[in-house]
């Protein structure tokens, strides 16, 4: 696969491959509602790992009061258990020693990459609070089309990612976040200014190592027990949303922001820290599915994780000999040939990629990855067909039998809007309805919102391009793109409803840094990018 926005940077390839031990001998799927769990583990610890993880979501939903609609089995966010910490940073590529884990949000191919089931009574390991920091982002932002803050989004999913599982199926969150206990006692110290002016911060932002993550969660966790100020926050939030800047809105929620400075100092000397406690089968956890993984496509495992991890040109080449190893010795595995089909996708081998798609859909007509695989590589042969029509046509077939077989995958609906766009064809109504709504079944792919709201602006929908772009504007970790962003909206703001734009000459207007894509628009694979902030969640 090919995603080119990931959150560590990508060392030489000959680090990613050289160390086959991540394949050990009992490989297993777990399946529930929310998640899709690969780890080669006891099958009672991968079997608690994903109860928790579901007892996780479903106290999120109770705390912050809103049902997130069940996803797609595709959308669904799928956890790699990589291994030890070295074996996590060959995956990563970086040179970061501290990286306990990272994920990467896509439409369809939400990845999440992380150490060794540790289960841990009391407070959980730190590879599990990274895991549960970035779900907290990826289910508050599935929930809503609304970017908070940083320290607010930072703050809340310090705040439940502190959770911790009882052995009887009790969960605690809001526990003090004892990971961030070294910073907040030792780093720089953050005041409620900078928590809520971010450029404030940045400008007084030393190159010491600061509090910034701690003293968000003090805050929220602070805001959200102190009886008087409970009601204050969902104010602040409201004025953002409403378009007040955050120091507007934290001196108009908070009132006196150096009172509140002197609280919150107060607060982090006290003792007395509140949290929730949900009782053993409180919290429900729903059906879990789970599958052994035959031989063959255990044997796969450590090369499927490293293609779903993301490659480049030169890395697919050296990968795809490895696939084609394992491939020939499994022949008739549907889940080694559709890993196969993907590998020579991602190495520019079009018709060796269907060919292998299509002998895994005929030993198992539900192998969900054979069908995209095999669809990325018609649409990129139909690019050069003669007859453009009737090539796209053709490559659309794959994605309406995986529309068939999973409504709600968002890929087919991205690729039909796609099979008129890439061929020069204005898309008819129906197939721009398709790709507005992979994006609500994806809110957290902010490069499949983009692309609808270039769509929006060719519409002359002016006003619903700039809801679509708010997020990705107000992207604390969005840095150019961000930028970029925001210049578009000042662009929109002087245009009428109504008015068709010319999206081609707007980002040749605005620079590169608008237009660069930080996902392939396939949702399904990967190239090497640059850090974001599963990143800072990754360090201790």
Known sequence: ???????????????????????????????TDHFVIY????????????????????????????????PSPSNRVVIFVVGSGPELRKVAGGKNRNIAGFYVPRAGASRA????????????????????????????????RFEMPRWMSEGMAEFF??????????????????????????????????????????KNRGKRYDAFYGRSWLLYHYLTFKPERNKQINAYAQAVFQGASSIEAGEKAFGDLDQLQRELDQYMRGRGFTMLTFEPGELPVGDIAFRKLPEGEAEMMPLRIRSQRGVN???????????????????????????LAEAEHDSGNDAAAIAAADRAIALDPKRVNAYVQ????????????????????????????????????????????RSFA?????????????????????????????????????????????ESLQPIANDPHGRGRAVGTKAIIALLDQAEEGTRLNVGEMLAKLGSDVAADDSDADGEGSEPGDTGDAGDAAEE
Do not use: C
Request: no cysteine.
């Open 313 to 339: 040109a030169q890395e697919a080449a050296e990968l795809v000999v490895k696939v084609r190893e394992v491939a020939a010795q499994f022949p008739n595995d549907p889940g080694v040939l559709a890993a």
């Open 113 to 144: 990459f992380v150490q060794d089931i540790r289960h841990k009574n009391g407070y959980p390991d730190f590879s599990t609070i990274v895991l549960l920091h970035e779900y907290a982002h990826h289910f508050l932002i599935s929930g809503q």
């Open 374 to 417: 095999k669809g990325f590589a018609m649409f990129r042969m139909a690019a050069d067909a003669d007859d453009k029509a009737a090539a796209f046509d053709a490559a659309m077939e794959p994605f309406s039998q995986l529309n068939a077989l999973e409504n709600d995958h968002p890929l087919p609906l991205m690729y039909y809007y």
């Open 422 to 466: 890439e061929r020069g064809v204005a898309p008819p109504e129906n197939a721009r309805h398709a790709l507005e709504r992979a994006a609500q079944l994806a809110p957290f792919d902010k490069s499949l919102w983009f692309n609808v709201a270039m769509m929006q602006m060719e519409e002359g929908k002016v006003a619903l391009a700039k």
């Open 39 to 70: 780890a080669d583990d006891k099958e009672s610890d991968i079997r608690r790992y994903a109860e928790n993880l579901e007892r996780y979501h479903a106290a999120m939903e109770r705390l912050v009061g809103r049902e997130v609609e069940k």
């Open 161 to 202: 990612a502190a959770a911790t599982f009882e052995r009887d199926g009790g969960v605690l969150i809001g526990r003090v976040a004892r990971h961030r206990a070294g910073e907040l006692n030792y780093a720089q110290d953050v005041s409620v200014r900078e928590l809520l002016d971010y450029d404030l911060y940045e």
């Open 1 to 31: 696969m090919t995603i080119p926005r990931l959150f560590a940077v990508i060392a030489l390839f000959a680090a990613l491959v050289s160390t086959p031990s991540i394949a050990r001998a009992e490989w297993y799927e777990a399946s």
